[in-house]
């Protein structure tokens, strides 16, 4: 079959010739290689929308749940648009704007989650630019699943912030309870372990980046 796929980010070609420790080739998941498959002219967020000069610090992001939803949306990997997943099953709501960060890839095969903490709640479906500032390790019935926290690099209530530990600690008690919670109703087992600093997002970040680069090359091959 025939790949179309974007030139990659050079900031990230380029992290990958130069790392001390190459990335480990993965088994790749042929799911990933066929999203990548589209007609021309139609446009992909997963991975037509570039990530952004300053990655992994500051970064693009596509927001696919608004803060306050209970609507569980989520990116469809066939189409790049944004689908209804399910409602949530627990009276929880989203605690702020979530989404995921473009031409990243986890051992999950799914594109870098992240939370954006921002003054205001935004329509599903679009992009902004978001800083790094923490981690958040979390297991989803057995498997990681980890989150980046963020906040938005554009409003002037939270862009100052440069560390998770600048933020209350109720603000994090509250983003641990929501990812406890929200599955408990479905019988699916959540934890979340202690939240990891700017630094660990940052390098969680890189590492997403360097895992879509071969994905790349591999289509590139084909």
Known sequence: FQVFVMAPAIEAVEKVKVASTPVKPPVLNERILSSMTRRPGSAHSWHDLEIG?????????????????????ELDKKTGLIMVDRVLYSSVVYPHNYGFIPRTLCDDSDPMDVLVIMQEPVVPGCFLRAKAIGL??????GEADDKIIAVCADDPEYKHFND????????????????????????????VNDFLPATAAYEAIQHSMDLYATYVVEGLRR
């Open 164 to 191: 998770i530990k600048e933020l209350p600690p109720h603000r994090l008690a509250e983003i641990r309870r929501f990812f406890e919670d929200y599955k408990k109703n479905e019988n699916k087992e959540v934890a």
């Open 53 to 73: 000069p300053d990655a992994p610090t500051i970064f693009n992001c596509v927001i696919e749940i608004r803060r306050g939803s209970k609507v569980k949306y």
């Open 136 to 141: 958040m390790p979390m297991i989803d019935q």
